[in-house]
């Protein structure tokens, strides 16, 4: 069975940043479509639908140079979001260092924590602030 879908595969696109986007929008949209549209409105639905169908035919083609651009039209999209999700998740992750924002050049700025309120000052614009850490 796992050689027959391999073959089958074979020569297809496959997975991309683009697509495993496209199947959490889907859930997404399913999810709030399920929760705040009415039994009658059931063809609203389909929209989730259509989003797994898109997925499912970018995978499936062999159109590779295509299914490239679009994903590096999409990477290219969304690198602010996904620039600024990997910065807030490592500072999360992060428990010696507490992280501002410069009031002045809004650059960010890492501090010990456990302080207390300290006298902070940006190393770029030589701004100085004080902050609780």
Known sequence: ?????????QGRYGNDALNIF???????????LILFIPGRFYYFRSIGSIIY???????LSR?????QKENAKFL???EPWRK????????YQDKDHRYFNCP??????RVP???GKINITCPHCNRQFKKRT
């Open 1 to 9: 069975m796992l050689d027959r879908l391999k073959s089958f595969m």
């Open 22 to 32: 496209l199947v959490l929008l889907g859930c997404v949209v399913n999810l709030l």
């Open 53 to 59: 169908i898109i997925t499912l035919v970018r995978a």
């Open 63 to 67: 159109n590779f140079p295509q299914r």
């Open 76 to 78: 290219e999209l969304s």
């Open 84 to 91: 600024h999700l990997y910065k807030k998740f490592n500072q």
């Open 104 to 109: 002045q050049c809004h650059r960010t700025l």
């Open 113 to 115: 924590k456990n302080k």
